[in-house]
């Protein structure tokens, strides 16, 4: 299994961001697909999660109406989309699936909202 984000980088607050996270070695559109986060001195959240059919659940209540998430199956791909970011979504993002009852994580991809 290999997972890689993308996307990331440094953002005004009320900017906006999508991430990319490009799967292999497993069946994509047979799982479901996270997003969490975690910033420093804190621990792992889970953001979103991303159904088999694309629908969005365990949505956040800090990023409720402002991040949501989609798929593309044809490209093995799982997006998050941040709108209205704000210096408390600065985290490293990471890309997460079970397969083979492990859990799988992408190396992260850096968000920093600052002016």
């Known amino acids: 299994v290999q997972l890689v984000e993308s996307g990331g980088g440094l953002v005004q607050p009320g900017g906006s961001l999508r991430l990319s996270c490009a799967a292999s070695?497993?069946?994509?559109?047979?799982?479901?697909m996270s997003w969490y986060r975690q910033a420093p001195g804190k621990e792992r959240e889970l953001v979103a999660t991303?159904?088999?059919?694309?629908?969005?659940?365990n949505l956040a209540d800090s990023v409720k109406g402002r991040f949501t998430g989609s798929r593309d199956n044809a490209k093995n791909t799982v997006y998050l989309q941040m709108n209205s970011l704000k210096p408390d979504d600065t985290s490293v993002y990471y890309c997460?699936?079970?397969?083979?009852?492990?859990?799988?994580w992408g190396q992260g991809t850096q968000v920093t909202v600052s002016s």
């Open positions: 997460h699936v079970i397969w083979g009852f492990t859990h799988n």
């Open positions: 070695g497993f069946t994509f559109s047979s799982r479901a």
């Open positions: 991303i159904t088999r059919g694309g629908d969005i659940t």
